[in-house]
């Protein structure tokens, strides 16, 4: 029986993974940049810890999540996110005492038992930077400023940032208040799901694809049209630094995302134009979860990048990097070889060797399978001379060079220049 992949779940495959490591470095030096520290989280938590922040009305809560009992009957679940893991590691390991840890990233898996389409997959892979400790609207415009910076670098165009606000605590309680009276009055039109959420968690319909339930919320009351003074003040700044970042965004009253966590500031990053699954990065404030998964009253904002999304869209600008190849015919050249690549791969040179060791045409048809720059040919001839012969696998250039790597290195660089 042949064994598959679960549906879902994929491999990635040379060279598609050279496009991953070329995103994910590109991502990871502009974080350190900015000043944010790598973390790396486990992939199975306790389930409470994704109940709690998510949202226990949340279809990731109710529908996706893949969670099991272990053997010693404790609920565990594969994190669907990553930002609830940085939150319990951040007071888990009082990380609110080291002032180098209020900026932290991590690049991994998450797991979501989704309906698998283009763009989405039960196994996905996110680049999540948070900011701890900070409630300055300058915070927003800073992690907002590095997400643009991403996606700038990695030659992404054509990308819009839909922006909102949706207030804090005091503001939102009124604005629930007036959005269930509405929704109660459209009671009828709601799909089974959404009448539910009506009573739980109404803002949860906004997030609804049922198109029945997209007609409904186009008049439903606006979260911006409740803000509190301090919650508009904190708006306005935000709009004002990002205007003079020079960064363009769409404000979208009806922007709230999947996550109930979220406060004030609300953006993602979306693409138009490439099918349903458009919505390539996202995030927002989230000034109560510390706090609310038992840390202290803590400020909090982040983002997260769908790799499995934005990675399309990204250019195949990656330059090949050509290895030097080492053609060597017989035992007795093993022994050179060995001194070449060693040497070489010290000085950060991409070397192969052929380890079947056929004939020189075979090792060379190699060689331009693997779009080699250089051959490097040992064999009984170049044994006896002391002398290896050097080919320029483009111009067919040929040297000799000493066989012997510290003494020939300096010629086979100076060929490898040109």
């Keep these: 029986m042949e064994i598959r992949t679960i549906r879902g779940f994929r491999d990635i495959l040379p060279p598609e993974a050279k496009k991953w490591e070329y995103m994910e470095g590109t991502a990871r030096k502009i974080l350190l940049l900015f000043g944010f520290k790598e973390i790396r989280l486990p992939i199975l938590e306790k389930t409470p810890l994704f109940a709690r922040s998510i949202g226990e009305t949340t279809d990731i809560v109710e529908k996706e999540m893949y969670t099991f009992i272990d053997r010693n009957g404790e609920k565990l679940t594969l994190r669907p996110e990553a930002t609830a893991s940085v939150v319990r590691a951040f007071i888990q390991h009082s990380l609110y005492h080291q002032p180098k840890s209020a900026k932290l990233f991590t690049i991994g898996p998450m797991f979501r038992r989704e309906r698998p389409q283009k763009g989405r997959y039960r196994q996905f892979w996110q680049i999540d930077a948070e900011i701890l400790g900070f409630d300055s609207p300058l915070v927003d415009a800073e992690i907002i400023l590095a997400l643009n910076t991403i996606l700038a670098s990695l030659k992404i165009s054509h990308y819009e940032i839909h922006l909102n606000s949706l207030g804090c605590k005091n503001c939102r309680r009124e604005f629930r208040q007036a959005l269930g009276n509405y929704l109660e009055q459209k009671y009828p039109n709601l799909c089974p799901d959404c009448q539910r959420r009506v009573r739980l968690n109404p803002l949860r319909v906004f997030d609804c694809k049922v198109l029945s339930c997209q007609q409904v919320v186009k008049d439903a009351p ?36 999947g996550l109930d966590y979220y406060t004030r500031t609300t953006f993602e990053v979306i693409i138009p134009d490439i099918g349903a699954q458009n919505a390539v990065a996202g995030g927002g404030r989230y000034d109560y979860l510390v706090q609310e998964l038992g840390g202290k009253p803590t400020p909090a904002i982040g983002f997260a990048i769908g790799t499995d999304r934005l990675l399309p869209c990204v250019p195949d600008a990656i330059e090949e990097i050509r290895p030097v190849f080492l053609a060597l015919l017989g035992e007795k050249a093993i022994k050179f070889g060995l001194d070449w690549v060693t040497t070489l791969r010290q000085r950060d040179i991409y070397t192969e060797i052929d380890y079947r060791l056929g004939s020189l045409k075979s090792q060379l048809n190699r060689a331009n399978s693997l779009h080699a720059i250089l051959a490097l040919i040992i064999g009984e001839n170049e044994i006896k001379e002391s002398k290896a012969l050097l080919r320029h696998m483009d111009t067919k250039e040929q040297i000799k060079v000493s066989i012997q790597p510290q003494e020939g290195l300096s010629e086979l660089l100076k060929l490898l220049r040109r």
């Design 222 to 257: 606006l979260i911006v049209d409740y803000l509190c003074s301090e919650c508009k003040r904190h708006f306005e700044t935000l709009k004002l630094y990002l205007s003079h970042l020079d960064i363009k965004f769409i404000l979208n009253p009806r922007l709230v995302r």
